[in-house]
């Protein structure tokens, strides 16, 4: 026997063919924000400066003349931000897990090709015959959480904004880290972060590491940091090894 027919609205049959013909919905994306500025130099930003993406080289973004910039990222996805402009050098970020928000004050903070010579010359980094660093190297800041939530021109107000007396370890191990003394130089002396709060480690090799600080009376934010060889990532403030609330 026949099955009996089943009459459909008009309506209905052309929404059902329309959603069978329809391309797929483009991918989601969420924004990076933040600026980029000189390395000790807040005031002087890096107009006319590229943004882009390690797992997403097509991505990009030109810096405004104030330092600003926007960049639309894929959502769910890990993104390793970092810049290029003439006369400095290439600085990477933290690798982000995007997880359905815009990202703000996603900061570069940028060493000149001079301070950056200096460095490597000061901490003995052996270097290649382009100038880059052989193997990698990780740097953040122990920030206070007074800067979370400050936009960028309240951040240079507040000055410095590091934690003294923290010290940092990242999973797989790495050997000790430098700290930052007070006048912002990597000191071997210096066994514990300084007001400065900057804490770097030199000679690393590729992979992804998880940094995490440690601290006797507060606690901060851990980051992962993606290295190859001639890499530098810089996890700037706010980000980084931001503080965070204290536990209740």
């Known amino acids: 026997m026949r099955p009996s027919s089943v009459w459909l609205p008009s309506a209905v049959l052309l929404a059902l063919a329309a959603a069978c013909i329809a391309p797929a919905s483009a991918a989601a994306m969420v924004d990076l ?45 890990r993104v390793t931000p970092y810049v290029d402009a003439p006369g400095y ?10 997880a359905g928000k815009d990202l703000d004050r996603v900061n570069f ?10 460095l490597a010359t000061l901490l003995k980094v052996p270097l290649d015959a382009k100038g880059d660093i052989r193997a990698c190297a990780i740097v953040s800041t122990f ?22 007396g923290a010290t940092a370890s990242a999973t797989p ?12 130089i990597p000191d071997p002396a210096q066994r514990l972060s300084s007001k400065d709060g900057g804490v770097i480690w030199t000679g690393v090799r590729s992979g992804r590491y998880v940094v995490r600080a440690h601290h006797p009376r507060t606690r901060f934010a851990r980051f992962v940091a993606t290295c190859k060889p001639g890499r530098i990532v810089n996890a700037n ?8 609330r204290p536990a209740r």
Do not use: C
């Not at 903070?109 to 200096?118: C, H, K, L, M």
């Not at 191990?173 to 912002?184: C, D, R």
């Open 109 to 118: 903070q940028v060493p000149t090709d001079g301070t950056y010579n200096a």
């Open 89 to 98: 050098h290439r600085i990477y970020l933290q690798t982000f897990t995007t």
């Open 143 to 164: 920030s206070t959480r007074k800067v979370r939530n400050l936009s960028f021109n309240g951040f240079v107000r507040y000055g410095a904004h590091g934690v003294a």
């Open 237 to 244: 403030p706010p980000w980084g090894l931001h503080e965070l």
């Open 173 to 184: 191990a790495l050997k000790s880290p430098f700290y930052f003394n007070e006048q912002v």
């Open 33 to 77: 924000r933040g600026t980029a500025y000189e390395f000790n130099k807040p005031a002087m930003r890096l107009a006319g400066a590229t943004v882009r993406v390690a797992e997403r080289p097509k991505l990009r973004a030109t810096v405004r003349k104030n330092g600003a910039y926007r960049l639309a990222v894929p959502d769910r996805a």
